[in-house]
């Protein structure tokens, strides 16, 4: 199922820390942007510290994983392991939405081990609401997005149930290179070698769950729906 519009949307992806967003849904994010989207990856953290990062280092390798996806990035400056769903975080998270006056927001999905994860999905989605509200003291204009769906990049050991997969076929390698521009991570810090590997082997898993080479799992809270029955159906053989 491959998302398509008549007009560009604004595309907000948020990330506890830089890698999250190109790890769940890197290959969605290049193929929004080459059909026209305005995608714009927003880390919610500088993601440090790390075993053999920086945050010196973490933003030069995510300024070139956007690159290479092409998209643009904002960071917002949370604290790493310390996210928490307050008022002022919200806040933080809402500002940064009106500012993009984004029409669709991706999020982690809210169900994981990492602390970070679960209060990034709960800040987003109270975010998304406070955005809208006018005689407010937020800055920027009020700003509704139309959808928020929730992305996979868990640290539960569990197979996700998706809402809907999207047909990544022919963004793999894009997907895996931008992956691999954070080398402090994935290349340099011998624990998560594996990690790219792994990510690919679930995308043929999902890709396999809808007939395609590739696909992504996504969560919708809210209903989903739908007026051409060939786009549901486009990909299953």
Same mark, same amino acid.
Request: charged share 20%; proline share 8%.
């Given at each position: ?11 907000? *992806?948020? #990330? ?6 190109? %790890? ?5 994010? /290049?193929? @929004? !942007? +080459? ?32 690159? *290479?996806? #092409? ?6 400056? %949370? ?5 928490? /769903?307050? @008022? !002022? +975080?919200?806040?933080?998270?809402a500002e940064a939405i009106r500012a993009l006056q984004a029409d669709v927001l991706f999020a982690p999905y809210p169900e994981d081990a990492h602390p970070d994860h679960v209060a990034a999905a709960a ?9 809208? %509200? ?56 011998a624990p998560n070698l594996g990690v790219p590997d792994r990510v690919a082997a679930g995308d043929r898993y999902f890709g396999g769950r809808i007939g395609a ?25």
């Amino acid at each position: 199922m491959a998302l398509a519009s008549p007009t560009p949307l604004r595309i907000a *992806v948020f #990330g506890p820390h830089p890698d999250d967003q190109e %790890l769940g849904m890197g290959g969605t994010i /290049a193929l @929004l !942007a +080459s059909q026209g989207h305005i995608v714009t990856l927003v880390d919610m953290s500088d993601g440090e510290p790390t075993p053999k990062g920086s945050p010196e280092i973490r933003m030069r390798e995510a300024a070139e994983a956007a690159r *290479v996806l #092409g998209v643009t990035r904002v960071q917002l400056g %949370l604290r790493n392991r310390e996210f928490v /769903a307050d @008022l !002022a +975080s919200r806040r933080v998270v809402a500002e940064a939405i009106r500012a993009l006056q984004a029409d669709v927001l991706f999020a982690p999905y809210p169900e994981d081990a990492h602390p970070d994860h679960v209060a990034a999905a709960a800040l987003v989605r109270d975010a998304r609401f406070w955005a809208k %509200l006018v005689k407010s003291d937020l800055a920027g204009a009020p700003c509704h997005p139309r959808r928020l769906f929730h992305y996979w990049c868990t640290h539960l050991r569990s197979v996700p149930q998706p809402t809907f997969c999207i047909d990544t076929s022919g963004f793999e390698s894009v997907k895996q290179q931008a992956i691999l521009c954070y080398r402090s991570q994935f290349v340099d810090h011998a624990p998560n070698l594996g990690v790219p590997d792994r990510v690919a082997a679930g995308d043929r898993y999902f890709g396999g769950r809808i007939g395609a080479a590739a696909a992504e799992p996504f969560f919708s809270p809210e209903v989903v729906g739908l007026r051409d029955l060939g786009a549901l159906c486009g990909s299953v053989p």
